[in-house]
């Protein structure tokens, strides 16, 4: 029987936050696809675990401990990826969810903190990426932001937390302009939306479903695709 080409073959990707649930089973798809993973995390003995899973997938996998949101961990998570498996073509990162609150509960310092921590590894490590995958011919950078797709293009308010609010917004518009300086290079830039799916029960379900996406978006399947947004949240929020 004819042996069944794998979507990702030959392709290396960076999986940014995988300890985490989401990052785990976007690792775990991307290698079941044939990608070389590096997995980068600050918690090592989880993201262990994630290299093991990639690996019993049918990748390969690298650990890397190290947090995004630092200038050296982020530039180091990238270079120790080229360093190894000699190339990047597929960054994957999610953006850390901000603390709750209104407007008028926001405290400078911890406005400061949380809107740092949702955002600076996002941009850090793009920073770093979009050099390496212009030296590999282009590449694929996915961008994961919790809350589906409406409430990041204003239908809907998310009044528990403005930075929540603020840093996917952010994040939405740091893709589509990252799509549209370097899709020229071959560079396509998009984000996943994981919203809310109902049951707990559910949840497992709603990270394949995500992984799927991205894996989407990480593939040729997608190659006319670029500053987009796909919701990934089982129709919540949507109405006529």
Do not use: Y
Request: include cysteine; aromatic fraction near 2%; proline fraction near 4%.
């Amino acid at each position: 029987m004819e042996e069944r080409v794998r979507r990702l073959s030959g392709r290396v990707a960076l999986v940014v936050g995988g300890a985490s649930d989401l990052g785990r089973a976007v690792a775990r798809r991307l290698a079941a696809e044939g990608a070389a993973v590096s997995v980068a995390d600050a918690r090592p003995q989880a993201a262990s675990e994630t290299c093991r899973l990639a690996e019993a997938a049918g990748g390969r996998a690298r650990l890397i401990r190290a947090a995004p949101a630092r200038l050296p961990d982020a530039a180091r998570m990238v270079a120790e990826t080229v360093d190894f498996f000699g190339r990047l073509d597929i960054l994957f990162a999610a953006v850390l969810p901000a603390g709750k609150g209104g407007v008028a509960d926001v405290e400078a310092e911890a406005w400061e903190q949380e809107v740092a921590a949702a955002l600076q590894g996002v941009v850090l490590v793009s920073k770093h990426a979009v050099p390496a995958m212009r030296r590999s011919g282009g590449g694929s950078v996915v961008f994961a932001v919790p809350g589906a797709e409406h409430r990041l293009l204003g239908e809907l308010a998310v009044p528990s937390s403005v930075g929540a609010a603020v840093a996917q917004g952010a994040v939405v518009g740091l893709a589509r302009s990252m799509a549209a300086a370097h899709g020229p290079e071959g560079i396509r830039v998009n984000c996943v939306c994981v919203g809310p799916t109902g049951a707990p029960s559910a949840a497992e379900k709603a990270l394949e479903a995500a992984a799927s996406a991205v894996l989407f978006l990480a593939s040729e399947e997608s190659s006319l695709v670029t500053g987009a947004v796909l919701s990934v949240g089982g129709g919540q929020g949507v109405s006529l």
